[in-house]
């Protein structure tokens, strides 16, 4: 069982209000990701349910019980820190065994259960070296095993790929998700990069300053994002938006196209305007374009090669049914 | 382009050092020379000591036979080894909770405890000395222990807050996340990391105590003497003799010098540590 419940829970520092009071249901079994930018506060929630930061209003339940007061050691969570966070002066075996050994459970049950984890994270080779003779990705796996160890009631990741590199990166992130449908145990999982979170999450929590922007599965915050924050943070490249007469010809403050929703033709379409940078993937290519429409060149994605250059004429056409519409105070318009 | 040093700058440079070390190391020098020499051989023209007739080991057995040199090294072992070790058990908890819960006050109450150190000792000593006479602790090993501990806590403090500094805290949160509790956390993480740091700690703690002198000299004068008092009782009011205060000095010195010998590779590292990532 993994379910946490979040009611009301603020936090400050002196008089510094980082969250202000909030609620949020994670169900048992959930794969959770907290995003947004450096500084919203996404990681001082995963603290404040991890126990390690103490609430300073509001309650944490953590399957049904309140787990307010209760010190991080008995809140049966385990988490994997950016950092890793291994013990140095520890073998890899002894790593993982820590949280067995703290629990008083007998030698050989430790040992059973560190092979048994070391077997599912590759690690059966490496359990007699120090974390300072391991990879980046191998101190990863062992934080991850120390963390599966204890079979705790949820994992909590904070940010645990950024110091990976690209290729490392999407290779853990795979694993991870593997690792959550084989275990099949809530995750709450911190990460500034929206990728990982459309990736991994089941439901992901978009945060800004402290506040819930929007609650949501992946393609309900991509296809229908509650503000102008949302529109903007998730989907990559970006989503374009427009302000100004363009925006009120369709009753909004703001309108939003997704590069990947505008047709971009050499003769005809709604707006006409000039090829700038292009960026080629190979797979796809993204032009930005100045148009008269927007004072920001938009972004327009095109499938395989287009034979395009800088400064070239062209008419880019939103698809209609594919665009956004926000109000004054940036919120969805239906 | 790696700066480049040529061999004549290296040979110049390794003599410059040479002749600074054997400046510095000159007195020691000299003074175990003197050691090995009669009392009168001693006081002859340098050349004469170095080259001339008269070495012998007499020195040596007539500081023994008249002071007893074993009860002051036993003194000098208790107090330095003592109060480094009461410094510990009281800054080890004071640096824990100075780096890892810190208050806004905290880098406040560090400057304080360092000022203290650039207060003249001789300015408290009148007021310490009373202290001492009145509670009975004159003379006495635990007058000195406290002494020497309480002058050399704020180093012990300051090191201990500098090692613990460097341990990253997300690793005691691992700890407590693991279900650690604050004495397994203190036990099997955080002391196991700074060993190092301690060691090195202790080791200078030990060497300052053992050569402080200025306590040692006021606030002892026989059952508690260690081998600074040792040495002192040998400028005596019945003149000089060289050859005899050499040897006490050697005695005086070389287990601390012995000692610093075989753990220089612990304290540099010590005194180093956290300097280079």
Known sequence: ?334 | MARAVSTGQKSLNTAIAGTLGLVMFFPVLWILILSFKTEENAIRAPLEVLFGSGWTLDSFAAVQARSDYFKHFSNSVVISVGSTFLGLLIAVPAAWSMAFVPTKHTKNVLMWMLSTKMLPPVGVLIPIYLIFRDFGLLDTRIGLVIVLMLMNLPIIVWMLYTYFKEIPGEILEAARMDGASLREEILYVLTPMAIPGMASTVLLNVILSWNEAFWTLQLTTSDAAPLTQFIASYSSPEGLFYAKLSAASIMAIAPILIMGWFSQKQLVRGLTFGAVK
């Not at chain 1, 930018?37 to 509001?58: F, H, M, N, Y």
């Not at chain 1, 929007?214 to 503000?227: D, F």
């Open chain 1, 1 to 334: 069982m993994g379910q946490i419940q979040l009611n009301q829970v603020s936090k400050s520092f002196g008089s510094v209000e980082v969250i202000p009071p909030l609620d949020l249901t994670i169900e048992d079994g959930e794969f959770v990701v907290f995003v947004g930018p450096s500084g919203c506060g996404k990681s001082t929630l995963l603290r404040l349910i991890a126990g390690l930061e103490d609430v300073s209003g509001g309650h944490v339940t953590i399957d049904g019980a309140d787990a307010t007061a209760v010190p991080p050691a008995k809140r049966g969570l385990a988490m994997v820190f950016q950092s890793y966070a291994l013990y140095p002066h520890m073998s890899v075996k002894k790593n993982i065994a820590f949280p067995l050994r703290m629990a008083g459970l007998g030698q050989a049950a430790q040992d059973k259960k560190v092979e048994d984890a070391a077997r599912v994270l590759n690690l059966t080779d490496y359990l007699d070296r120090k974390p300072g003779q391991l990879s980046g990705g191998q101190r990863q796996r062992v934080a991850i095993g120390r963390a599966i160890v204890r079979e705790p009631a949820a994992f909590l990741f904070d940010e645990p790929l950024s110091n990976l590199d690209a290729a490392l990166r999407v290779g853990m992130r795979l694993e991870i998700s593997e690792l959550h449908k084989r275990l099949d145990t809530t995750m709450i999982y911190v990460t500034h990069d929206q990728v990982e979170a459309m990736t991994m999450a089941d439901k992901i929590v978009v945060l800004q300053a402290g506040v819930i922007e929007q609650v949501g599965s992946p393609l309900e915050l991509y296809q229908r994002p509650r503000n102008t924050f949302v529109a903007g943070f998730i989907g990559s490249p970006k989503m374009n938006q427009i302000e100004g007469p363009e925006a009120a010809k369709h009753d909004a403050t703001t309108i939003g196209i997704r590069p990947e929703h505008i047709d971009i033709s050499e003769t005809e379409g709604t707006w006409k305007g000039t090829v700038g940078v292009s960026e080629h993937l190979g797979s796809d290519t993204f032009f930005h374009v100045q148009t008269e429409a927007s004072a920001e060149p938009l972004t327009v994605r095109a499938t395989g090669e287009r034979a395009l250059g800088y400064g070239d004429t062209v008419y880019l056409t939103p698809r209609p049914d594919h665009l956004h519409r926000f109000d004054s105070k940036g919120l969805r318009l239906e």
